[in-house]
């Protein structure tokens, strides 16, 4: 991160599906008391989340017994205990379009790399690592902006 004072901590994160129309969503409850919200996220990772948090019966969404990539990830804990080498933290820091670009910060004998990726992805990979979650101040205070004046939901997309 640039400067500290640009990005806001996430204390936690629920994920859920909205009732009223299944728009999968993911809210970032942020340090300053404010929300963060990532919308039409995979639905896998909703399910993957709240395994974690083990708020959902394996397959009372979706009615899929089978396993996903996410669950044999949190299911083995050399490979959670590894991952946790690697990451350092996880930074939502950029949009393209109303797409939310997040930051993965890895670290590999001494090396730190940077690889971008879809923000559900990387906040789940920051869950099972415990690992700290930021969101960039400008895009809170954008996505706040925009919910004030009645705006369109932001998007993430694959």
């Known amino acids: 991160m640039k400067e500290e004072e640009d990005y806001i901590k996430v204390n936690r994160v629920d994920a859920f599906i909205y009732p009223l129309d299944g728009l999968p969503v993911m809210v970032c409850y ?3 008391g404010r929300e963060f919200n990532l919308f039409y996220v995979p639905i896998e990772i909703v399910i993957a989340i709240n395994k974690i948090k083990k708020q959902y019966e394996e397959d009372s969404i979706l009615g899929d017994k089978r396993e996903t ?3 044999i990830l949190s299911f083995i804990p050399e490979v959670t205990e590894e991952i946790s080498k690697h990451i350092n933290k996880v930074t939502i820091d950029d ?3 109303s797409v939310y670009i997040a930051t993965i910060e890895l670290k590999f004998d001494g090396v730190i790399i940077q690889k971008r990726m879809i923000p559900s992805h990387a906040i789940y990979l920051a869950l099972i690592s415990n690992k700290p979650i930021y969101v960039k101040k400008s895009l809170v205070d954008e996505q706040e902006k925009e919910r004030k004046k009645g705006g369109g939901e932001e ?4």
């Open 30 to 32: 942020l340090e300053d």
């Open 95 to 97: 949009i393209s379009g």
């Open 155 to 158: 998007e993430e997309k694959k």
């Open 69 to 71: 990539i996410f669950d």
